[in-house]
């Protein structure tokens, strides 16, 4: 058996928005126990629920053993919309509503999407008792803030990928261990109001898609602003094209009473796969700011590229990679989005004693059988503030 090793760093630019709207989180926590320790400034404690800890004993029981069951690391990316409110929420309460699901310290992968994709929804009802504390929009209706949530879990060698919107998850992959050439291979899909599959579940609960400055959007009806009084059916609307993107955590706005429903979805598409230390090399999450003007596969050159010019006190593999989105974003004429990216690097056992860049950490986050390669990975099938007239 040999462990897991990997480096990972977090780095995040305001770019050249007035505010800062995206969060990163980076944490490693002891399975079915308490926090382990914080890895990065942004990570957040949190525990497991004692009954899933007693259910997962017995089912260790009735296989016939013990397991040491490691570390948990939880990485991930909240890139907000209509202020920084719901990001920080997700940061600080997503991990700890997705591990006290029934069935999510289960070995079944089928158990544990479930419990993945529950606990997106209950965070995003969560929100409905912050909304109150959340500052108002312009036109003094409640907060309008929503975030995307990409979140990567590794357990067991085990990687989960589960998001909402669009902050990709982007691998770094060789095909065979001989390979010194890495293809970037995409994990996630982003949710855009104008794909078929989101733009047929918009538009069958009665919402609509609209263009606005060249960009599809979510279309938010609200009570014209001369209206007072209860909504009901028949009052005027006003047809706001509104959101960029079909699914995130917050955009309490979309709810439609009628229906019980939200137009922007809570709910993620979750992936999961065996990660092999020969085979996959890095692990890229970023915001769209990264991704606006990075390819995936000139990120996963440029991180292979830093790490072989490895030099002291070099600045991290994640520095590094929004420091060049920040060059290009410049090279257009643009004023940069909030850009912010996370970089796990998975080491082979020889690379274990190789020296770090600076603010990166060196984690051991699981044992790893002796295996073949696993299969090829099949992939899954301009941010907005959330204020009208953006």
Same mark, same amino acid.
């Given at each position: ?117 529950? +606990? ?51 691998? +770094?992959?060789? !095909? ?12 996630? @899909? ?113 991180? @292979?590229?830093? !790490? ?23 090279? @257009? ?58």
């Amino acid at each position: 058996m040999a462990g897991l090793s990997v480096r990972v760093s977090a780095f995040s630019h305001q770019g050249g928005r007035e505010y800062m709207e995206d969060v990163t989180q980076v944490l490693v926590e002891r399975e079915l126990g308490g926090p382990d320790r914080l890895i990065l400034p942004s990570a957040v404690p949190g525990s497991a629920a004692a009954e899933t800890e007693t259910e997962s004993r017995q089912q260790d029981a009735a296989q016939g053993g013990s397991y040491d069951r490691g570390f948990a690391g939880v990485f991930a990316v909240f890139d907000g919309h209509g202020g920084a409110e719901a990001a920080h929420f997700a940061r600080d309460s997503l991990w700890d509503h997705i591990k006290k699901q029934r069935g999510f310290w289960s070995r079944d992968n089928e158990e544990v999407s479930a419990a993945i994709r529950k +606990g997106f929804i209950a965070c995003h009802h969560a929100m409905w008792k912050e909304l109150p504390k959340w500052p108002k929009s312009p036109l003094g209706l409640s907060s309008t803030s929503g975030t995307t949530a990409s979140m990567v879990l590794i357990r067991d060698s085990r990687l989960y990928v589960a998001h909402v919107g669009d902050s990709a998850v982007v691998l +770094g992959v060789r !095909d065979h261990p001989s390979q010194r050439t890495l293809r970037a291979e995409e994990i996630t @899909q982003d949710h855009k109001p104008d794909a078929p599959s989101e733009r047929q579940r918009i538009e069958g609960m009665g919402g609509s898609v609209m263009m606005k400055s060249g960009v599809s959007r979510v279309v938010w009806k609200r009570p014209r602003r001369t209206h007072s009084g209860p909504v009901r059916r028949g009052v005027a609307m006003d047809h706001i094209p509104f959101l960029s993107v079909a699914r995130a955590l917050g955009d309490l706005w979309s709810y439609d009473f009628y229906r019980g429903e939200f137009l922007v979805s809570p709910e993620p598409d979750v992936k999961v796969m065996t990660l092999d230390p020969r085979q996959h090399r890095y692990i890229i999450l970023g915001s769209d700011g990264l991704w606006d003007v990075v390819p995936p596969q000139d990120a996963v050159t440029l991180c @292979q590229a830093h !790490d072989e010019a490895l030099a002291p006190f070099a600045v991290a593999t994640a520095h590094r990679l929004v420091s060049h989105a920040l060059l290009r974003w410049r090279r @257009q004429g643009l004023h940069a989005d909030n850009t912010s990216a996370i970089v796990i690097v998975l080491l082979q056992p020889s690379e274990a004693q190789r020296p770090l860049h600076r603010d990166e950490e060196l984690l051991t986050l699981a044992n790893l059988p002796e295996r073949t390669l696993s299969p090829p990975l099949t992939p899954l099938p301009p941010k907005v503030s959330g204020h009208e007239g953006i």
